[in-house]
């Protein structure tokens, strides 16, 4: 969601602060400002738009300074326009914020008792309004934000920088990321990594309701209880300053590109000749009764799929919940129940308080998350990272094939500790594992095919995607990407629902992707599609060789892919179901890496 970045630096900060924020587009955003302290001033800079926007604007109007705080936001309270942009200030506080203030109307009505009245529609400049008035009863900085945050309820990330201060930024955080980085007699602060990495590769990751007062000399941090707390630094790896296009038009293009080396690094990482293995001690399968699979969007797509794996490969019955429904429904955990978090960002807050909710209640609690040192991460009993490397487009795509590769590992793991799957399946299910990232390379090599179906779907209100079986949750994945991408209405349905409503749809003037492996269902799927194509259904059929020579009279198009074993199906064909949401994209023109409305990591509820 929303970036923030802070130096205490040695030289002028304003195009350094920019330069961060370029690092966070990937999160989305709708405007972009800076403010500094130059010679004990106070002064800020805001632009509605792309960064290129703030840019312009400092060129015109310079703003010097070697202490500064710089934000991305993404709307929350108020519309995209300049007044809403961050940073916030009154008086002598400026503030950049990452989060929802859920008591904002108590607040708004006691600042107003006090004579003081907003000049936005946000929740943050009311922490920026109340700071201000602790200053001016006579309290110094940190005892100003302190008596701020016990004011404030729900989640933030909160960066202060105050008039008169040049060498003082303070952090807090409470349900969204943030962290500090150590430099030569500088400092920075961060929503990730990824901003301070030009900087830093030394970081230290605030915890839950930390706060800390930042000097050039380095951070004092405190807990939520208000005790003094040692944070350890680590060492970010160099890849997290890896967010060029490596030549591509798009991020996209480039993570889709990368997906053939991400699968083989995950599956080098889980196995070892034919044989599994896990950080730590695993999980005991033995003594589990049953799985509870709980994440948001795209991740939940790839656990919709491996409930499929669970319980066809390991008889081990699976639930599957959206986080942000999961801890409403108040759900019963019985003893055996392992809970499974999966997220990219390893920050998403429905999953996270889903998290919390499965605490003490759990035999224990799994994260597949492609950032380690995330919050999912560390109140996780045991991490299974996705080493996917930074994802920056915010439509996922090697994320998500990454994570159905620790799930299918997972899904064997507990088939064989479960005595369902004999050592000779075992080494012929990896096999057909490892065969995978050739496969993929293949699939990405049919861009001329999905490319020209992608001008037709250009074209098109509604699109339909259908699939049975495992293939269900890829047409789901199918229909969101392209939603995402190219802002085109698009539903999925499991084939067999097709005559409980949805075939009304049907016309000569819908797209119908069809996803069918040959697999167990494959009959099933084509008679399902042969249903459409009696209604003037426009149909594209994603499927192999076989299955093209087999079904493919009467389609309008056909993605053709190669044989692979249908278990593993899934992920395969996630590969066509990018492509075509790419194509689609381009060919209307949409901002592919940066869609509108939407961000990368979701860090409020």
Same mark, same amino acid.
């Not at 799957?421 to 990232?437: E, G, I, K, W």
């Given at each position: 969601?929303?970036?923030?970045?802070?130096?205490?630096?040695? @030289? &002028?900060?304003?195009? +350094?602060?920019?330069?961060? #924020?370029?690092?966070?587009e990937y999160r989305g955003y709708d405007s972009a400002g800076v403010a500094t302290v130059a010679q004990g001033r106070l002064d800020r800079r805001r632009a509605v738009g792309k960064l290129a926007n703030l840019s312009d604007l400092l060129v015109r109007e310079p703003l010097p300074g070697r202490a500064g705080i710089g934000h991305t936001r993404w709307a929350t309270h108020g519309a995209a326009v300049e007044a809403n942009a961050h940073p916030h200030r009154s008086g002598r506080v400026c503030v950049v914020h990452n989060g929802i203030i859920e008591n904002f109307r108590d607040l708004r009505e006691d600042l107003a008792l006090a004579g003081r009245f907003q000049t936005s529609e946000t929740d943050t400049e009311l922490v920026a309004m109340l700071t201000d008035r602790f200053l001016e009863d006579g309290l110094d900085p940190a005892e100003a934000v302190d008596r701020t945050l016990e004011r404030l309820e729900g989640a933030y990330a909160l960066l202060f920088l105050f008039e008169g201060e040049e060498d003082l930024l303070i952090a807090a955080r409470k349900g969204s990321p943030l962290a500090i980085g150590h430099g030569d007699g500088e400092m920075f602060v961060g929503s990730d990594a990824i901003a301070l990495a030009p900087f830093t590769d030394r970081i230290t990751y605030l915890e839950e309701g930390d706060r800390a007062v930042v000097r050039r000399s380095g951070a004092t941090i405190r807990d939520a209880a208000g005790s003094p707390v040692l944070r350890p630094a680590r060492r970010i790896e160099a890849q997290a300053a890896l967010v060029d296009k490596g030549g591509h038009r798009h991020f996209m293009g480039k993570e889709m590109a990368e997906q053939p080396a991400t699968i083989t690094r995950a599956l080098d990482h889980y196995t070892s000749g034919t044989a599994l293995r896990w950080p730590g001690d695993g999980i005991d399968f033995s003594g589990v009764q049953r799985l509870s699979l709980v994440a948001c969007g795209t991740a939940s797509y790839a656990c919709l799929v491996a409930r499929y794996w669970f319980e066809q490969i390991a008889g081990l019955p699976a639930d599957v919940d959206v986080a942000s429904e999961f801890r409403y429904r108040h759900?019963?955990?019985?003893?055996?129940?392992?809970?499974?978090?999966?997220?990219?960002?390893?920050?998403?807050?429905?999953?996270?308080?889903? +998290?919390?909710?499965?605490?003490?209640?759990?035999?224990?609690?799994?994260?597949?998350?492609?950032?380690?040192?995330?919050?999912?991460?560390? &109140?996780?009993? +045991?991490?299974?990272?996705?080493?996917?490397?930074?994802?920056?487009?915010?439509?996922?795509?090697?994320?998500?094939?990454?994570?159905?590769?620790?799930?299918?590992? #997972?899904?064997?793991?507990?088939?064989?500790?479960?005595?369902?799957?004999?050592?000779?399946?075992?080494?012929?299910?990896?096999?057909?594992?490892?065969?995978?990232?050739?496969?993929?390379? @293949?699939?990405?090599?049919?861009?001329?095919?999905?490319?020209?179906?992608?001008?037709?779907?250009?074209?098109?209100?509604?699109?339909?995607?259908?699939?049975?079986?495992?293939?269900?949750?890829?047409?789901?994945?199918?229909?969101?990407?392209?939603? &995402?991408?190219?802002?085109?209405?698009?539903?999925?349905?499991?084939?067999?629902?097709?005559? @409980?409503?949805p075939i009304a749809l049907v016309d000569k003037s819908v797209p119908v992707i069809v996803m069918a492996p040959r697999d167990e269902l494959f009959d099933k799927t084509v008679s399902n599609m042969q249903e459409v194509m009696a209604r003037g259904g426009q149909v594209v059929l994603v499927t192999d060789r076989e299955g093209r020579r087999i079904a493919g009279d009467g389609v309008r198009d056909a993605v053709v892919l190669p044989d692979v074993d249908p278990l593993w199906a899934p992920i395969l064909y996630a590969v066509p179901a990018q492509l075509l949401a790419y194509h689609t994209a381009v060919a209307k023109g949409t901002d592919v890496d940066q869609p509108r409305n939407l961000a990368k990591s979701v860090t409020v509820e």
């Open positions: 969601m929303c970036g923030i970045v802070g130096i205490l630096g040695s @030289h &002028e900060v304003a195009p +350094l602060l920019v330069e961060a #924020l370029k690092r966070l759900p019963p955990l019985p003893p055996g129940t392992v809970a499974l978090f999966v997220s990219q960002s390893g920050e998403t807050a429905d999953t996270l308080a889903a +998290l919390r909710y499965c605490q003490g209640k759990a035999d224990r609690i799994v994260a597949l998350v492609n950032v380690p040192e995330s919050s999912i991460a560390r &109140e996780s009993d +045991l991490v299974l990272p996705l080493l996917a490397g930074p994802e920056i487009c915010v439509a996922s795509t090697k994320a998500f094939t990454s994570q159905l590769v620790v799930l299918a590992l #997972l899904a064997l793991e507990a088939a064989r500790q479960r005595g369902l799957l004999p050592a000779d399946a075992l080494t012929d299910a990896l096999a057909a594992l490892r065969s995978l990232p050739g496969l993929v390379n @293949h699939a990405l090599s049919l861009e001329r095919d999905t490319r020209r179906i992608g001008r037709w779907l250009a074209e098109a209100r509604d699109i339909l995607f259908l699939g049975r079986g495992r293939m269900f949750p890829l047409a789901l994945e199918g229909a969101l990407k392209l939603k &995402e991408l190219s802002y085109i209405h698009a539903e999925a349905y499991a084939s067999g629902e097709l005559k @409980h409503g």
